[in-house]
């Protein structure tokens, strides 16, 4: 068949196609992590990424499919899905390439892959301080550039992806050469192969190798459960959680408008618009109030309202301490955490709302907003407390406009806790972020966990199952006997000019292992007190700080 134009059906078809294939794909792109460890990370990020994609592509009635809609939703469900840096980045390009699908109305040509790839390489550029080439961002640069080079006027589409994929592999074995710790782990750039995986599959969607006509691959991913409130029933003011998406037809929905009509209505309103797309969110005693407000702007679909009152009899007043509250407040704090044990600490410390997840699990941007939304207050703090999950809370804070949000940029448990130390809940927003910011300078962090690969590494040579010592994201400590590592990555810390090590011990490790390992580090380390926590944490034995 002679590609030269598709519509809306086709170009979902070719989405999901590409959302099957880095599903299939995942386990594969994980592996090609230059950190061998037990992490998932980028294949799975990305996975979760598009499959955010794919659950907004399925909102949108048969009825309606077009080119424009296919792409709107692409945007929208990467935007709010996307996880860790990989997928942050990923959303980006799929937002840069939607930008010039939703000028198409129900028919691309050729040509508008090679404006959409390109569209893609600037928002990916865009969205990064600090553009690092031999990842990502050089492969779809590479790739497009070369398939703009290329392109005649006789083009096909499928022409275009395979000129675009040629070079895009050709860019990928070239990766090593620019990044050399890519070159020293063995490896090609993960995020690179999981988009060049995507536009393979979007290939075999256009050319019906895979056809979701019929069939439906993409995995079904469980949203998070957020009950709205565990509080006594006789506490909520408004009762209805009332939740929408807007399609517009021929106006737009005016965001600071349609907020200062549901203030009116209720309370935790929000509202976040891509232009054509609106999503919508309130606390009312008055739900029919608002879907009549909105219609008038298009289509509703994806309305839900829930009865909060009889959801919180449900689930019982013993549950309150969870997260969230009615109560407004002029600032809240939001962290994310890996473990039961340190969600304990997190909410001892004062924090208001506690994401799940981690580094086995990075919350997505849209994980955030719904954290912004439920604390209810003027202005939040975000404490990513991971490096992987520092784009996605930086996204949230851009798409907040209710509340405003500082991102403190904590890397580690350890220093998520010590900027904990600095907060005031008396002192203004960006007061709080500055000394927040400056108390994690003082804290020193380390993890210990397992190699679940063969790899080179700096000076080492890495056995799969050998013990890791990671110091500030580096590897700084190999070996097979946990105490001896341990010293081992306390040395390379220079603990003798410190004061307190607390070690915060993981799921895996039995009470009376971490006991012992403290009175070995005591006898060794006379002068310096130590403080051990069960974290409770999955991937990583031990997190440690030293201060």
Known sequence: MDYTHIDGNLFMNMVLAGVSKLNADKASI??????????????????LTLNSVARFLGQIPE????VSKVAEQMAYGALMGARGNSGVILSQILGGISKIFITKGNEADAYSFVEGFAGGVQAAYKAVVK?????????????????????????????????????????????????????????VDAGAKGLLTFVEGMLTGLTGQMNFATENKTEQVAENDYPEYHIHPDQ?????????????????????????YLSDLGDCVLVVSTGEITKVHVHTNRPGKVLEYFVEYGDLNDIKIENMKAQSQR????????????????????????????????????????????????????????????VNADAAILLPNNKNIIMAAEQAAKLSETTQVEVVASRTIP??????????????????????????????????????????IDEFSIKEGQLLGIVEGKIKAVGDDME?????????????????????????????????????????????????????????????SVE
């Open 315 to 374: 689930f019982g007043v013993a549950d309150a301490e969870v997260g969230g509250s009615t109560e407004h407040k002029q600032m809240a704090v939001i962290a994310v955490s890996a473990g039961e044990g340190l969600n304990e600490i997190f909410d001892s410390l004062g924090v208001d709302y506690v994401i799940t997840g981690g580094q086995t699990m990075n919350p997505s941007t849209e994980d955030f907003m719904k954290a912004i939304e439920r």
């Open 131 to 187: 553009p690092m080439e031999g990842t990502i961002l050089t492969v779809c640069r590479e790739a497009s550039e070369h398939l703009t080079a290329m392109y005649q006027e006789n083009f096909t589409i499928e022409d275009c992806l395979k000129v675009y994929l040629e070079e895009g592999y050709r860019s990928l074995e070239r990766t090593p050469e620019i990044l050399p710790v890519l070159k020293q782990a063995g490896v």
């Open 415 to 456: 220093q998520g806790i010590a900027a904990l130390m600095a907060y005031n809940s008396e002192g203004t927003l960006e007061e709080n972020a500055e000394s927040m910011r400056s108390s994690m300078a003082y804290v020193r962090s380390a993890e210990v966990t397992y190699a679940v690969r063969d790899t080179s």
């Open 63 to 66: 009825e309606e499919i077009s």
């Open 236 to 260: 909520i003011t408004f009762q209805y959680c009332t939740e929408l998406i807007v399609h517009s037809k021929e106006r737009h929905v005016d965001a600071e408008e349609a907020r200062a």
């Open 484 to 544: 001896q590592l341990v010293k081992d990555t306390l040395a390379v810390m220079d603990v003798e000019d410190a004061e307190l090590v607390t070690l915060y011990y993981g799921a895996d490790v039995e009470p009376e292992a971490a006991d012992a390992l403290l009175e070995a580090l005591q006898e060794v380390y006379t002068e310096l007190e130590f403080e051990l926590y069960h974290g409770a944490q999955a991937v990583y034995s031990y997190l440690i």
């Open 30 to 47: 994980d592996s090609l992590n230059v950190f061998p460890v037990p992490d998932g990370d980028t294949g799975t990020n990305m996975s």
